[in-house]
């Protein structure tokens, strides 16, 4: 696709419920990486997958967190039994890896997650 | 350990004038550094992206300059406008296959 496209844009849920999250790159781009930025705080990185493997998974913040990635394309954020603190703004971005450059990253809009 | 820091962390400047906003890091064996805008309640925009390799990038009225050696990174506004108004963030990849890190931003206010 031209950008990359996250879905849902919003989401509301009840504490305890299980949340997924998808993130679809922007074709041709191995790299994919998933950050979280709550209220007021700066970008925390998640996890990052070159293909469908996850070299670094060191940003998960709790074993509730879970991630995968098939066809080297779609990605799936899923957290489960959800609690209020991980309210927030998830951003995934892609990149292009090639010749042994980076061409920079390229981010979605964002899934703005609610827990009541 | 290696980290981004953004200063200042907010900004308010008339329109017409020109501006700088500053970025370091520690570790100064980058991959690159790409620096990035927000809108309240949107995504990242790419605005610029430096290679290691180079000292400056420019795009319209947007000028980024890099010096490793330092640690730093500026990005020069050019006549900022009422439309320059966001949050502007840094970001710094140290390696190839590797998660970057950005720093909190800098919140740019253009007074019309």
């Known amino acids: 696709g031209a950008g990359v496209s996250q879905s849902p844009s919003n989401k509301v849920t009840e504490k305890g419920k299980d949340v997924e999250l998808r993130c679809d790159p922007i074709s041709g781009h191995t790299a994919l990486y998933w950050y979280r930025q709550s209220l007021g705080q700066g970008l925390e990185f998640l996890i990052y997958f070159q293909g469908n493997s996850a070299p670094d998974k060191s940003g998960l913040p709790s074993d509730r967190f879970s991630a995968e990635r098939t066809g080297g394309s779609v990605s799936t954020l899923t957290i489960q039994r959800t609690q209020q603190e991980d309210s927030a703004v998830y951003l995934c971005a892609s990149s292009l890896e090639g010749r042994g450059a980076n061409y920079g990253y390229t981010f979605g809009s964002g899934t703005r997650l609610t827990v009541v | 350990k290696q980290e981004v820091t953004q200063i200042p962390a907010a900004l308010s400047v008339p329109e017409g004038e020109n501006l700088v906003l500053n970025c370091s890091f520690t570790d100064s064996a980058i991959y690159n550094l790409q620096w990035f805008r927000q809108d309240p309640g949107k995504g990242l925009t790419s605005l610029l992206l430096?290679?290691?390799?180079?000292r400056e990038q420019t795009s319209g009225r947007l000028n980024a300059s890099l010096d490793k050696s330092s640690g730093r990174s500026t990005l020069y506004i050019a006549a900022s406008q009422p439309g320059d108004s966001a949050t502007y963030l840094c970001?710094?990849?140290?390696?190839?296959?590797?998660?970057?890190?950005f720093g909190k931003g800098t919140r740019l206010h253009i007074l019309p």
């Open positions: 970001a710094v990849s140290w390696r190839r296959d590797d998660k970057i890190i």
């Open positions: 430096i290679q290691s390799s180079q």
